[in-house]
């Protein structure tokens, strides 16, 4: 957790500087972690000469402003319902004063050294330099850092410092205090739990708690195999945009034959393949041995359930700290998708208190500009159990980022069980991983439109966890969910089966592309942001009352009629929410 807005004047860091009493006066505390997160361990200095890729946010003039924007455009009745922002006007609420970039780059240039601009609005700066440098010029202690589990290793500070006078100039430096959350380990990413050459015993036409196929999710959902955009090229915002991180490459032998077996039906060439949109470096290349499970998932479910709807693969490349602000940054000043859908995220620990919040406005500008943006809310249940010391982080749930934040959908997962006596039909129960709870960070007064959903299901279940598990009054995920276990996909030229939100995150988002496309048949834009359209009808969702999250040593959360942070509203049913959709101004 961060200090401010109190003040704490630094005296406990030594500068390789001239004067450092005059130094040491100027600084204030800004941003600190108590303990190192959960999986990390400190293995010292980290050497002096190391070169450090330092992000500076600088504070933005109006991030309230967007925020109440995206509240009246998505709030029926406001005079400014519907009318999405061009990408200049959401940028006008982002932009740092005049004022402000020239005191932080004053500083700077007092330091002897030079940033650059890595946006058009100036709300970014890239710093490289040396650790010995960044440790007096915030006066901090960066150490090399360790993640056990997987070797990973970073160098992070547990506190820095900002001179006094940049206090509502500058908004924090990244990475300092906030730790790796894209990983082997931590990563929303698809586990293969099946392979088989040739596709035998992947049936096509499967749909039960063995196999999970494309048509098996038009029937579960509901979702017509013959609905295509009717205008050619789709109107704009009928596009699905599917983020790349991590190295994942979306390979498009895979997707042809993954079509071929699943979705034969599909005959137009342009609706079997999809676009490539590099950021900050990031590649896709098209060698079959390093096709990536995850993006194949999500390219393949994409593709192959919103047929001919345009899809775009964002490969987001190099600095795997940034990953996050560097996509968001990149369609700052972009054409954006209709609809966004991310299945990576990390311990919201992982990420400072000023990083999520700055990446949460910068979702919530998305959706003023009409973007869906989508996130998997991960494979851990209530959390994930630290193996060196057999609990969570600080004994409590772990809610993840970014599917913790307001402005984002989070999807969790169901699955397919074997059918009890007198139930006629596909059954599903909420699984097992689906990650869901409360945030840390955020407040459920941020999200009025689930707070009353919300506070019913914390009455069914007071006082269970009435022990500090949990910050009750924290912004609840997942807010819906999709079928996402043993999920068909095809990855390196073979018949894969996999489970994870990570897969009921592309399912959900494109049953939205698709809506999109119907209301532009009706003459009307995109939906945008969703959440409070998504929490005003609960009948389009089929409630899941079955199933439970466990973690943290403990039973996790149980499903139960109404909300539930296993699987939110329920399994969307399509026609439903298209006609909800259709019928919306």
Partial sequence: MMLSPLILVVSLFAFVSAKPQARRAEMTLHEYIANIPSGFVDNGPADPNSVLDLRIALVQNNKDGIIEALNNITTLGHPSYGQHLTQEEAASFLAPTSETVSAVNAWLQNAGLNATATTSIGDWLRLNTTVSVANELLAA??????????GEQSIRTLNYSIPANLAGHLDFVHPTISFPAISASQAAAATIVARAPNYAGFDPNACGANLVTPRCIQRLHGVPADMVPARQPPAPGVSIGVTGL???FANREDLVTFLQHYRPDIVAPQAKTFDLKSVNGGQNTQTLALAGSEANLDIQYTV???????TTFYSVGLNAASYYEDLVNYLQTQPVPGVLTTSYGGPEYAFSEQLAN?????????GTRGVSVIYSTGDDGVGRVDPATNQCHNNRFVPVFPASCPFVTAVGATSIQAVPHGVVGLYQEGAHYSGGGFSEYFDNTQSDWQAPAVQSYLRNIYPQYDGGKFRSVGRAFPDVSAVGTNIATDWRGAATM????SASAPIFASMIALINAARAEAGKGPLGFLNRFLYENPGAFEDIRQGSNPGCNTPGFPALPGWDPVTGLGTPNF?????AAVARP
């Fill in 141 to 150: 202690n960066f150490s090399l850092f360790t993640h056990t589990e997987t």
């Fill in 246 to 248: 991590n190295n994942q």
């Fill in 304 to 310: 192959g359930i919103a047929t001919g709807v345009p």
């Fill in 358 to 366: 700055r990446l949460c406005t910068a979702y919530a500008a998305l």
């Fill in 498 to 501: 996999t489970s994870g939100t």
């Fill in 575 to 579: 026609n439903a929410l298209k006609a």
